[in-house]
Structures are given as C-alpha cells and as structure tokens.
C-alpha cells in the first residue's frame, strides 16, 4: 500500500492549500483517513480524521478553519486549510487504517508534505 501527498509549499499567514492523499496498491476498502502534522521537535499529532462514511474529527486548534474531505471512489483524501498560521509550519502526514487484498488490517502512512507558513 502506498500513500502519494501533494499540494504542500509555501504560504503567508492568513493564505490558504490544499493538501491530497491518493492511496494505491494492495487495497480492499479503507476505513478511516486521517491528516496529521509534526513540526520541529514536536510530537506528530493529529489534525483531522474521516470515516468511510463522512464522520469527521478535528483537533480543536484547526476547527472551523480546515475541513478534511474523501472520495471513496479514488481512494483519496483532501485536507482544505485556510487561514494558515506560522506556527502551524511542519510536515503534514497522511495516514489510512485499511483492508488489505488479504484481509489484513493495516495502517499507513505517507512519506510526509512540507507546509510552511511565513509571517
């Protein structure tokens, strides 16, 4: 199973991206995605989350101001933030909880998208 990220890169503060996560490879169904983010010398810590069926979870520190979308038919998953922070400069992760072609459940994750947000 890989996970591809994209859309990370530069912003001002207040500016908004557009994060994507396609999932390929071995593949049964995915149960839930997830965003989270690890900045320098911090913890990786959870940003949103969305179930198959379009519940979602949001640390509080980004409520109102991001919004986690999927689509089950691709396999992918899109993190929309808006009025970015510079603190909140750090690498973003996506991460699925899976079925595999084998009934195995596994969790992924992909290699990371650097979001920078300058003052």
């Known amino acids: 199973v890989q996970l591809v990220e994209s859309g990370g890169g530069l912003v001002q503060a207040g500016g908004s991206l557009r994060l994507s996560c396609a999932a390929s490879g071995s593949i049964r169904s995915i149960v839930n995605m997830g965003w989270y983010r690890q900045g320098p010398g911090n913890q990786r810590d959870l940003v949103a989350a969305i179930t198959s069926g379009g519940i979602t979870n949001y640390a509080d520190s980004v409520k109102g101001r991001f919004t986690i979308t999927r689509d089950n038919a691709k396999n992918t998953a899109y993190l929309q933030m808006n009025t970015l922070k510079p603190e909140e400069t750090a690498v973003y992760y996506c991460?699925?909880?899976?079925?595999?072609?084998?009934?195995?459940?596994?969790?992924?994750w992909g290699q990371g998208t650097q979001v920078t947000v300058s003052s």
């Open positions: 991460n699925a909880d899976l079925w595999n072609n084998l009934a195995v459940r596994v969790r992924a």
